[in-house]
């Protein structure tokens, strides 16, 4: 049995030799011949044709052969009545939906920059934007970026909510308060107005080991606290003050736009669910995305706007080949363990 397995192994060893070459080398031509649809690509996907979708998908399940016919025969009526209709009347307004999945530095700031950018340039005043917002806070510098390209919408005059199923805490509350109105779901997290600035000091233990850590500055305070050296007090209180500015900007930008807030109440640095927020004037609505969106169906003609990173050709062919090779490993030793055990 161990014979058959090495001559197993020999012969996926050769194979995958081959493979390697010949993925490396379309990965070279790849790469010399980039194309431009391998960037960011810009998508809209219209979720009013997505929920339909989904709801005949589901009736044609639930319903027989001839009552489905005669279900999309009265949908294509009604679809050609609401066309001619529209046709007379004005077009209905759009909502536009944006979602940010946070991290500690907003990465998604550089994809929702150019949504918003793109959807501003068509937007109408009787148009709408919601956020889909995830994101419990991180570096204040970032995310005051981040709350400054959602002002934009503000500043556009086009109606702005922003939607939270999860969290929108510390700087993901920052970019939420912008909106004219939140609305959260019933245990989503919010708030967390406040400054946090935590490292850990190895100088104890440089000093059992002998080593030196030197650090030069022009500046008073270039430098407050370290990780390496003997911290003062005088740099801990230096420290302190920057984190008791940086949480009086942040108060003070949280009440200009969530005047009714009572700020010295809810910016403790404490978070809350969405219906004790719901008391707190921290959200206007207990609603959760999915019920927002619904409801706006039959008034507006929704899309969905999203930045599509495409990655080179090259790093899918590469990907998928380690993905393959790690599958492979896993198969092969499994058979191994087999012969063993058996």
Not at 96 to 122: C, H, N, P, Q, W
Not at 209 to 238: C, L, W
Not at 259 to 275: C, Q, S
Not at 314 to 325: V, Y
């Amino acid at each position: 049995m161990s014979e058959f397995f090495l001559a197993y192994g020999l012969f996926f060893a050769k194979v995958l030799t081959g493979l390697v070459a010949l993925v490396f080398a379309v990965a070279i031509i790849a790469g010399a011949r980039t194309k431009k649809e391998d960037g960011p690509q810009l998508k809209a996907t219209n979720l009013n044709d997505k929920y339909r979708h989904l709801q005949t998908q589901l009736q044609q399940t639930l319903l027989d052969k001839k009552q489905f016919k005669q279900h999309l025969k009265s949908q294509q009526k009604s679809q050609k009545k609401e066309l001619k209709n529209l046709q007379k009347k004005s077009p209905k307004p759009k909502l536009y939906v944006l979602e940010f999945d946070g991290d500690i530095k907003a990465t998604g700031v550089a994809s929702m920059r150019d949504e918003i950018t793109a959807l501003l340039s068509v937007a109408q005043p009787q148009d709408e934007v919601l956020l889909k917002l995830d994101n419990s806070g991180g570096m204040v510098h970032e995310h005051g970026l981040a709350a400054s390209q959602l002002q934009r919408i503000k500043n556009a005059k086009i109606r702005f909510t922003v939607a939270v199923d999860k969290v929108a805490a510390s700087g993901g509350y920052m970019m939420a308060c912008i909106a004219d109105k939140i609305i959260a779901a019933p245990f989503a997290i919010l708030g967390s107005i406040g400054v946090l600035a935590q490292l850990p000091n190895f100088n104890r233990m440089l000093d059992k080991a002998g080593i030196d850590f030197e650090q030069h500055t022009a500046g008073e305070y270039k430098r407050t606290v370290t990780m390496f050296g003997k911290n003062s007090e005088k740099e801990r209180d230096k420290l302190k003050m920057d984190l008791q500015e940086t949480h009086a900007l942040f108060r003070e930008f949280v009440s200009l736009h969530r005047p009714k807030l009572d700020i010295d109440k809810v910016a403790t640095g404490e978070h809350w669910y969405g219906t004790q927020a719901l008391d707190l004037n921290l959200v206007d609505e207990i609603k959760t995305s999915d019920e927002f969106l619904v409801s706006a169906l039959e008034n507006y003609d929704i899309f969905e706007i999203k930045m599509d990173v495409k990655k080179p050709l090259q790093d899918r062919l590469l990907g998928g080949l380690f993905s393959m090779i790690s599958g492979a490993r896993g198969v092969l030793a499994e058979k191994q363990s087999d012969s063993r055990f058996h």
